[in-house]
């Protein structure tokens, strides 16, 4: 049964294989995770294996301190397992044997409530520890989930369109989402706080002589609405999200060209220009539970009894 398992998941997307673990990372979405496998005898079991008993399967480790949307993702692989074979799933935090995983939320739950029990003993021992960054869960699920289906909605619309990840940037000090648009191509835009506006071929010109240099320019969502009005739709199947058409790229393109330049960023940082870093998802903490630094054996694979 090991070796199905272990098999299930290398021949799955987003896993790269070792001898006796498996690692998940999600470009698309930032989300990563591990599997640690059993080794193939109860001789190999030594000091660092001390929680893993041979009968067992495999653990899954998933760090606390994460967005829930990690644990979201997580599921949807223990989902799949769990439809191809029969393993039960043993939750260590609850204690409880599954023999089936039916549901994202066997997982998501108890993830929830002790990352929320692991930050309270964080602070508590730790007064002074730095809180992370937080922003609501409904913010962060919406995110990994335009991000995980961003391949399978480009594949569904209609037209060539561009569907840009949503980030998250410290921009001149605050943590915002945002989206990056590159020479006013056609696109579909989810809802951001701002626009990373890249303009190369669009860029302004210094001197007759001169050729362009390439600007990255940062507009708020409501600037990008009025400045590119014309080209712009509410898309109906995405909520919150507008259509900017391919139907007229040349006047699109051209608009750009004409733009002001707003908040101007300087990759090296030069003085008078606005700051701009991005943040990798996983920093980021659902507000709810804030969850502090600590990764624990989350699930456990076992032989069906």
């Known amino acids: 049964m090991r070796k199905l398992v272990y098999d299930f998941f290398s021949a799955r997307p987003n896993y790269e294989v070792s001898t006796n673990d498996i690692m998940y990372e999600n470009p698309e979405t930032g989300v990563h995770f591990q599997w640690i496998f059993t080794p193939y005898h109860e001789d190999d079991l030594n000091e660092e294996t001390t929680s893993i008993h041979a009968k067992d399967i495999g653990h899954l480790r998933l760090n606390f301190a994460r967005p829930?949307?990690?644990?979201?993702?997580?599921?949807?692989?223990?989902?799949?397992?769990?439809?191809?074979?029969?393993?039960?799933?043993?939750?260590?935090?609850?204690?409880?044997?599954?023999?089936?995983?039916?549901?994202?939320?066997?997982?998501?739950?108890?993830?929830?409530?002790?990352?929320?029990?692991?930050?309270?003993?964080m602070i508590e021992s730790s007064p002074e520890m730095t809180k992370p960054q937080v922003r609501p869960k409904q913010l962060l699920d919406s995110i990994w989930e335009?991000?995980?289906?961003?391949?399978?909605?480009?594949?569904?619309?209609?037209?060539?369109l561009f569907v840009p990840k949503i980030d998250f940037f410290r921009f001149d000090g605050e943590l915002k989402t945002g989206i990056v648009w590159g020479d006013g191509i056609p696109m579909l835009c989810p809802r951001a706080d701002i626009v990373i506006v890249y303009r190369k071929d669009t860029a302004p010109r210094t001197s007759w002589f001169k050729q362009k240099q390439a600007v990255i320019d940062v507009i708020t969502f409501d600037e990008f609405k009025k400045d590119y009005k014309r080209w712009l739709s509410e898309d109906s199947q995405n909520l919150g999200s507008l259509t900017c058409s391919s139907s007229d790229a040349k006047h699109l393109r051209q608009a750009v060209v004409t733009s002001k330049i707003r908040r101007e960023v300087h990759p090296n940082g030069e003085?008078?220009?606005?700051?701009?870093?991005v943040l990798p998802f996983m920093t980021?903490?659902?507000?709810?539970?804030?969850?502090?630094?600590?990764?624990?054996?989350?699930?456990?694979?076992?032989?069906?009894?």
């Open 68 to 121: 829930t949307a990690f644990a979201k993702e997580a599921a949807l692989e223990l989902l799949a397992l769990s439809q191809s074979l029969p393993v039960q799933f043993y939750d260590l935090q609850q204690d409880s044997i599954y023999d089936k995983f039916i549901n994202a939320e066997q997982l998501t739950a108890p993830y929830a409530k002790h990352a929320q029990s692991a930050l309270s003993a």
């Open 146 to 160: 335009w991000n995980f289906n961003r391949d399978a909605l480009t594949a569904s619309l209609s037209e060539d």
């Open 271 to 277: 003085e008078g220009m606005h700051s701009l870093e």
């Open 284 to 305: 980021v903490l659902d507000s709810e539970i804030c969850i502090p630094t600590s990764t624990q054996n989350t699930a456990i694979l076992k032989k069906p009894t």
